[in-house]
């Protein structure tokens, strides 16, 4: 699997750096997140706990795609919208 950096905009109001990436598959599976958490890493040198992989679209009929990930200064945010199965039921 390979991977390119697109594009790279430093987001200092936020603390982060916004990420676009190119991913070839390579005749393999379509990339996870972890597989671009992975990269990441390596290439950026930042802890797993500072990336946030944001989205993964392949390509129609190719075996490419593109993903959008952020790299935090600090730990990541936690997202605060819940899911409506886990907030609390209705009265």
Excluded at 58 to 77: D, F, L, M, N, T
């Amino acid at each position: 699997m390979k991977f390119e950096v697109l594009s790279q905009k430093e987001n200092p109001l936020l603390k982060r750096k916004e990420l676009e990436l190119s991913v070839d598959y390579e005749k393999g599976p379509a990339a996870s997140k972890a597989a671009v958490s992975e990269f990441l890493q390596k290439n950026f040198s930042a802890s797993a706990e500072n990336i946030e992989v944001v989205s993964i679209f392949s390509e129609y009929g190719a075996a490419k795609g593109k993903a959008h990930a952020r790299i935090w200064e600090g730990k990541a945010p936690e997202k605060k919208v819940k899911k409506k199965s886990e907030a609390a039921p209705a009265k």
